[in-house]
């Protein structure tokens, strides 16, 4: 854990995506996402201040037919706004019938929103830097 909180203390962005069980993020990112919480002495907490995009993986082939589970992006989003972060509102919702067997994401149209949403969570950062770099 100590290890997390490094890394994203030191992020300039933040990329999160949980697997949807029953319609939400897992209990795992939830939990991480709780040893993110601001500081009980009033201290600001590792995600704060950070841009972040949340993504979802969830769905699919259910009982031979397809059900796609939307939403658990919004408990996600929820959760990182409560935490300081600046979330983009172009949240990313994956089935994973748009992946293979070897977890590679297949599905042309998903893998163009993975690349644009991830352009979008560097935009700043990298012009940030071009402006620092002058």
């Given amino acids: 854990m100590a290890r997390l909180l ?33 500081g009980k002495d009033g201290s600001i907490g590792p995600l704060s201040r950070k841009r972040c995009a949340v993504a979802t993986v969830g769905g699919g082939a259910l009982n031979g037919s397809y059900s ?26 994956f089935s994973e019938l748009h992946f293979d067997t070897d977890s590679n994401l297949h599905d042309a149209v998903s893998r163009d929103q993975l690349r644009s949403g991830v352009r979008r969570l560097l935009a700043v ?9 002058r």
């Fill in 68 to 93: 796609f589970q939307r939403g658990g992006t919004g408990t996600l989003d929820i959760a990182c706004k409560n935490l300081g972060a600046w979330v983009d509102p172009r949240h990313l919702e």
């Fill in 125 to 133: 950062t990298l012009a940030r830097a071009e402006v620092v770099s």
């Fill in 6 to 38: 490094s890394a994203v203390s030191a992020a300039d962005v933040v990329f999160l995506a949980s697997p949807l069980y029953g319609g939400t993020p897992s209990g795992a990112v939830k939990n991480i996402l709780d040893t993110l919480h601001l």
